[in-house]
């Protein structure tokens, strides 16, 4: 995957794995994060401004942006975007649209190569488990995380939409859709990989 393509589509990125400081978030952010972790903190202060990097290339200005948290978890975007975070330790990303272009959309960035067979049996259906098979044992850990993060990424995207707990194992991907457990309505959506340095990122935009 190319990002231009995304942007081309009407998406808005942003990826970092810069320094941070906690100067960067209002008051309400940094209470959301104030009984947690050095690491946990950095990690969401990251997260944000990559959020607000992406929704400032949508014209919105940096100074007026409060990203809070809703009950249910998500993120509180301005009115008319949807969005969403993602990050690991050292680096996040975030990806925003209009409502009127996309229902939702779902990210997710990890580590490359660290879906390792022993915790195959936990992520992966009896189908996945044998498309993995089907590469050599050199691209296996590759694959495994590429298919593992293409679902995370869909998690997040039918969340807002269904506000339904799927487990990792109630969906299964099987080039180029998801299939599911349960019965759930969806917007027709597109999945995409790309790589960046020692990262995979994967998003379910629809």
């Known amino acids: 995957m190319d990002l231009n393509e995304l942007k081309e589509l009407g998406l808005f990125l942003h990826f970092s794995g810069e320094g941070v400081d906690h100067s960067f978030l209002t008051e309400q952010e940094a209470e959301l ?3 947690r972790h050095a690491s946990y903190q ?3 202060i990251r997260g944000r401004i990559c959020a607000k990097r992406a929704l400032e290339s949508m014209g919105f200005r ?5 990203l809070l948290r809703l009950p249910d978890g998500q ?3 301005p009115e008319g975007v949807v969005g969403s975070i993602s990050h690991t330790d050292g680096f996040a990303g975030a990806i925003v649209g209009w409502k009127s272009d996309f229902q939702s959309v779902g990210l997710d960035i990890e580590k490359k190569n660290r879906v ?3 915790i195959w049996d936990r992520v992966f259906t009896e189908n996945e488990k044998e498309i993995l ?3 050599s044992k050199e691209l296996h850990a590759e694959k495994a995380t590429e298919i593992f993060s293409l679902k995370e990424a869909f998690y997040k995207f039918q969340w807002p939409l269904t506000n339904r707990f799927l487990g ?4 299964e991907w099987d080039i180029p859709q998801f299939f599911f457990s349960e019965s759930i309505s969806l917007p027709s959506y597109r999945c995409f990989l790309t790589v960046d ?3 995979q990122i994967a998003i379910v935009a629809g």
Do not use: A, C, K, T
């Open 33 to 35: 994060i104030s009984n």
């Open 42 to 44: 950095q990690n969401f």
């Open 62 to 66: 940096m100074d007026d942006l409060e």
């Open 75 to 77: 993120v509180s975007w």
């Open 116 to 118: 390792h067979p022993s």
């Open 133 to 135: 098979l089907q590469y």
């Open 168 to 171: 990792m194992r109630d969906v």
């Open 197 to 199: 340095g020692h990262h």
